[in-house]
Each structure stands twice: as structure tokens, then as C-alpha cells.
């Protein structure tokens, strides 16, 4: 018998169309509880998110995607957008030095807490897109962002306008391996 979590991983899909109803401030901030609660590199929470509901900011934000990018139209169709954010030097470090292989672990929290926030909503019957293909440096400044941190992904979230049919996947015996490679 399939448990309620792994029903959410496996029906979850990138959304690209969104209905025109507005997100309730306790589903929206579920979503954001959810970030909170996620795990991150010795608890740093590196993580800052704006929410974007306005509409001529929701529209700077479209304006720095790359051309042809899939979610252009969900920047500004979804009833938010929501600006993933990371503090630099603070996951994957101590003292101030790095202490991963990675230059910054960052990226790794903020994963993390990308999928949490992509099932939270998910579950909750909103949808959600993960956008990474965009100018960064462009929207550091949209939203304004301060020296220290950098915009990793842009989610656009809202009740879904569409049902996506699932991508094929691998199988696991074709990714996992036993005691060596």
C-alpha cells in the first residue's frame, strides 16, 4: 500500500498553466512553513524567499528569462511568484572558510527547500514550476536583493490550469548500485 508521501512525489508535475483564482494566505503559508522546516547544512536555513504577487514586478521577473524559455507565460500568469533566494558563505562553512568540496552549499539547501516547497503546494492542490533558466543577475536586482545573497530559482505557484501527464523514469535498477559504482 502506497503511503500519502509517496503519492505526492509521484503525482507531482511542473505546471506551466494557472487559473486565475487567487491563493489563500493559509495555503500560502503552509508552503512557506514548509521551507522552514526543511532541512539545511548545520541548521544555517540559508535560505530567503520573496513572494511576488505583483503584477508589474511578476512581469520584471518574466523579462529575465532567456528567450523561448517554457515558463515565461507562468511568470506572469500564476497568482505568485515565489523568488528563492540564498545567503553565500554560510551553508558548507566555518570559521568563514569553506568546508565542502563545493564552493558553496547553498545550492544544496536550497534544493531542498525548493522540493518542499513544490510539494507543500502540491499537496495543498496548487501548482508549482521550478524556473532556472533566467539572467540571475537581472533579478538579484528586481527584487532587490542585498550584497551576500543571490536568486537561485523562481517558482511560480497558483492552482493548476492543466493535468501533465507523467515523464518516463528511470528505473531504480538502472541508478542504484551496491556497495560500489
Not at 38 to 48: F, I, K, L
Amino acid at each position: 500500500m502506497e503511503n500519502e508521501l509517496m503519492r505526492v512525489l509521484k503525482t507531482r508535475r511542473s505546471i506551466r498553466r494557472f487559473k486565475e483564482q487567487p491563493i489563500e494566505a493559509d495555503k500560502l503559508a503552509t508552503v512557506l512553513e514548509a521551507v522552514r522546516w526543511s532541512p539545511s547544512w548545520a541548521n544555517t536555513q540559508c535560505w530567503e524567499i520573496v513572494v511576488v504577487t505583483d503584477e508589474t514586478q511578476k512581469e520584471k521577473l518574466q523579462a529575465t528569462l532567456v528567450p523561448k524559455n517554457p515558463a515565461t507565460k507562468a511568470m506572469v500568469g500564476a497568482p505568485a511568484v515565489l523568488v528563492v533566494c540564498g545567503k553565500e558563505h554560510a551553508a558548507g562553512w566555518y570559521d568563514g572558510k569553506q568546508a565542502t568540496r563545493f564552493p558553496d552549499w547553498l545550492m544544496f539547501d536550497l534544493g531542498i527547500a525548493t522540493q518542499s516547497i513544490c510539494l507543500a503546494a502540491h499537496s495543498l492542490g496548487l501548482g508549482t514550476v521550478i524556473v532556472g533558466l533566467f539572467d540571475h543577475a537581472k533579478a538579484d536586482t528586481v527584487v532587490n536583493l542585498p550584497v551576500g545573497y543571490q536568486v537561485v530559482a523562481m517558482i511560480p505557484l497558483g492552482y493548476p490550469d492543466n493535468d501533465p501527464s507523467a515523464p518516463k523514469r528511470r528505473e531504480v535498477s538502472e541508478f542504484s548500485h551496491k556497495e560500489t559504482f
